[in-house]
């Protein structure tokens, strides 16, 4: 398989440097953590005077990199990365980077993976700020050698405050011996709901993008799908399948194609009807991510099915 004139580039031009680099996942969901090999000055303290200011740097100057390291030469599709960076006000500062050129202001298993990777790499090295203290957060895995390691990291979105349920024989920062990651916490940023919204869906376009599928909304016509735009650290366009009626879309595995198309498009008409932008921390736009929903009645219990953009849609 060979490479196309970008791609070529993008390897010569990292081809002299390393990366140091932990794969992880979350429940399925994959992140590959970055804990060394970027510029210099990315991991100077006095370079940035938060890490917002350093994801918009990253941004302008250093994609380069996100593409290099989710696209070759064994890239993955749905991975994301993580880039440990100082911090001023944490332990360490934390850059996200998905497909697409998204770069969320905050993502829950991507704080998790980091967690795992920096307790379980003995990575905590700034002793001053991480608390220890006998585990008594996780029932489940009752025990002598439970610890609660409980510190802070700095997303572009803000703090955020972290509890890491570990197993061991021997503390970390007493012995050689590495702490095993059991569970983690994390309190967020602040979310909030933004607005509720009629998404207008042209027959045209949805039609020939979902041709073949055999589930049809639109009847031959023009439809609107509602939704709502919510913040969590990424700005999400909720969609509750029951508006569909007796051509609900079920979230289930099988229905896993048509959903992302389907999702995909549901999302980039929200995000060109309805942009959204952060009220605090400037040039974050949004919708960036889909969710479908649906309630289960007997279970009394909802699924969700997230889509996230692999590439630019070209209607």
């Given amino acids: 398989m060979g490479f196309d004139a970008a791609a070529v580039k993008r390897l010569e031009r990292h081809a002299a440097r390393r990366y140091e680099c932990l794969d992880l996942h979350c429940e399925g969901m994959a992140a590959r953590v ?19 200011e350093a994801r918009r740097h990253f941004i302008a100057e250093l994609d380069s990199v996100r593409e290099t390291l989710m696209k070759e030469p064994r890239g993955y599709h ?7 960076v100082p911090s001023r006000s944490a332990v360490h500062g934390l850059i996200i980077a998905e497909h697409n050129a998204v770069y969320p202001l905050m993502s829950g298993h991507n704080t998790i993976c980091t967690v795992t990777a920096l307790v379980e790499g003995g ?22 050698n439970m610890f609660d390691v409980m510190f802070s990291l700095e997303t572009p979105g803000g703090i955020i405050e972290i509890l ?9 920062f007493a012995a050689e011996t590495k702490l095993k990651c059991i569970s983690v916490q994390f309190r967020n940023v602040p979310a909030f709901f933004a607005q509720s919204v ?3 869906c042209k027959q045209k376009y949805f039609d020939l993008g979902l041709a073949g599928d055999g589930l049809k909304f639109f009847s031959g016509k023009d439809a609107v799908v509602k939704a709502d735009i919510a913040f969590g650290g990424m700005f999400y366009c909720i969609v509750d399948v029951a508006q569909f009626g007796e051509n609900r879309l079920s979230i289930l595995p099988e229905n896993g194609a048509y959903i992302s198309r389907f999702g995909e498009m ?14 605090v921390l400037e040039g974050y736009p949004g919708p960036d991510i889909m969710v479908f929903t649906e309630f289960n009645q007997e279970s009394q219990q909802r699924r969700n099915a997230v889509v996230m953009s692999l590439c630019p849609l070209e209607w």
């Fill in 34 to 52: 970055v804990v060394s090999g970027l510029p210099n000055y990315m991991y100077e303290l006095e370079r940035f005077t938060s890490v917002f």
């Fill in 78 to 84: 749905c991975t994301n990365l993580d880039f440990v």
């Fill in 123 to 144: 990575l905590l090295t700034n002793s001053n700020h991480i608390s220890l203290r006998p585990g008594v957060s996780c029932t489940k895995h009752p025990g002598a």
């Fill in 164 to 172: 890491a349920v570990t197993n061991t024989d021997l503390c970390a």
């Fill in 198 to 200: 009629d998404i207008k």
């Fill in 266 to 279: 549901l999302k980039v008409a929200c995000r060109e009807q309805f942009p959204v932008e952060h009220p």
